[in-house]
C-alpha cells in the first residue's frame, strides 16, 4: 500500500462520521441535551453576578441558578429559597452566606 493510499476506503464501504466531510464536526455537544458541564472562571462570569448567588451555589450546588438571581441578592430572600430545601433554620443560611469565610 501506498502512502497516498492510506487514508482511502475501499470501494462499497460507505464513510464514517470522521470521515465524511459534509457531516462537520461533531464531537463537541451542543444544545440542551449535553451533559458537559462548562465551569466558569471569574474572568468569564458575568459582570453583575451577586457574590450571595455564587457563594450558594457553592454551598448547595443543586440550587437552581435562574431561582436564585430572581432573589436580587437579598440575603434573606436566598435564605428562604435555600430554606426550602434544607432543615437548617433560616438564620443559619443567612449567617453562612454572609460571613466572610467558609
Sequence with gaps: ??????GARPEGVPPTRQDDPAAGDRRTPRGRGS???RLLGRDERAEGACPLDERALFLWPRLDRRA????????YRIAAYVARRTSLPLESIVAMLTSGGL
Excluded: F, V
Excluded at 68 to 75: A, E, F, I, S, W
Design 35 to 37: 451533559r458537559h458541564i
Design 68 to 75: 436564585l438571581t430572581r432573589c436580587g441578592c437579598d440575603p
Design 1 to 6: 500500500m501506498h502512502a497516498s493510499q492510506a
